[in-house]
């Protein structure tokens, strides 16, 4: 707490409220810091990034996501299943304007 919030233990500026706060500080912790560790990890083992590693940033929300994760949500973790899956086990599917996109992208 003393890290993230000061000795005041006080809302951290640009959160919400603390629901917002946890769900920011969880993420950190389980996906970005887990993310450089493995990075880090590579790296000092030989490997080169944009080389032997890439990194991928997805802010496209496909429509058959609506399936199973609310609107509201926007882009999330799992959103992209459907764009390494090609849409597969959603009853929806692509558009067809969604499979011309993927084609570039999974290529």
């Given amino acids: 707490m003393d890290h993230y919030c000061g000795p005041t233990r006080t809302l951290p500026a640009g959160h919400r409220n603390w629901r917002d706060f946890f769900g920011r500080l969880y993420a950190s912790i389980q996906v970005h810091h887990l993310e450089r560790g493995l990075h880090h990890a590579l790296f000092k083992g030989g490997l080169q990034p944009g080389k032997d590693v890439l990194r991928y940033r997805l802010e496209r929300r496909l429509g058959c ?21 090609w849409g597969w086990d959603y009853s ?3 558009t067809d304007q969604e499979v011309e996109w993927l084609k570039g992208w999974n290529e």
């Fill in 65 to 85: 996501v609506d399936e199973r994760i609310p609107a509201e949500w926007g882009v999330t973790h799992l959103s992209d299943i459907p764009v390494w899956l």
């Fill in 92 to 94: 929806g599917g692509l």
